[in-house]
């Protein structure tokens, strides 16, 4: 008898649990459609990030400024720490490459597949264009609130092969944070104190 008594309350508790996640769920889902939407009709970028690159026995970190075009392509200039600043990254086909006095050299590879720290930033454009959301979900940096969004192969589980994990303030919508996983390890942490969003300024007439 007592099991009937309880019965009622913990079935209309959990059916709210289960109405209140899926509400949640699914306004995360929305914004991230709407953020991809954002990402699929810019023409590019700019801003600045600090970037931590871990090789596991040494870690490295910069201040980097980036900009990009669809005409352009993107540029990545390192202005942090001083020994390396001015130091320019450009992306082309696919490669990442350094120039510095005119010489080009091949960022150092972070994991089997040649992933470079200087990667990441066009990695996560990638993702959040046409990669695969496996997992989104709301989580606070700092006081700030976010969207936290996990892109991988939709066959892997998590914690295999390479996921992109991207941190977006809610209410202003704007990249905070983005970090590339190998196997389920951080290999590049990029924070940003600037990410805008440029748009076509082609109108239809």
Do not use: H
């Not at 509400?23 to 600045?48: H, P, V």
């Not at 130091?87 to 490669?95: D, F, K, L, M, S």
């Amino acid at each position: 008898m007592r099991m009937k008594l309880f019965c009622a309350p913990i079935v209309c508790l959990l059916l709210a649990a289960l109405l209140g996640g899926c509400s949640k769920t699914e306004s995360e889902n929305d914004l991230a459609l709407q953020l991809r939407s954002d990402f699929l009709a810019m023409d590019g970028c700019s801003g600045t990030m600090d970037v931590t690159a871990d090789y596991g026995q040494r870690v490295y970190e910069y201040t980097v400024s980036f900009s990009s075009t669809q005409k352009d392509g993107m540029t990545l200039v390192i202005t942090a720490p001083e020994e390396v600043a001015g130091i320019t990254a450009t992306v082309e086909n696919g490669q990442t490459f350094l120039k510095f006095d005119g010489v080009q050299l091949e960022t150092g590879p972070l994991n089997a597949d040649g992933l470079s720290p200087l990667d990441a930033l066009p990695a996560f454009i990638a993702a959040m264009q046409s990669g695969y959301i496996a997992e989104t979900g709301s989580e606070m940096l700092g006081e700030t609130e976010t969207l936290r969004l996990c892109c991988r192969e939709p066959e892997k589980p998590a914690g295999e092969g390479l996921e992109t994990v991207l941190w977006f303030d809610k209410a202003q919508k704007t990249l905070l944070r983005g970090e590339l996983r190998s196997d389920g390890t951080t290999v590049v942490r990029c924070e940003f104190s600037a990410f805008i969003v440029t748009k076509s300024t082609t109108e239809k007439g």
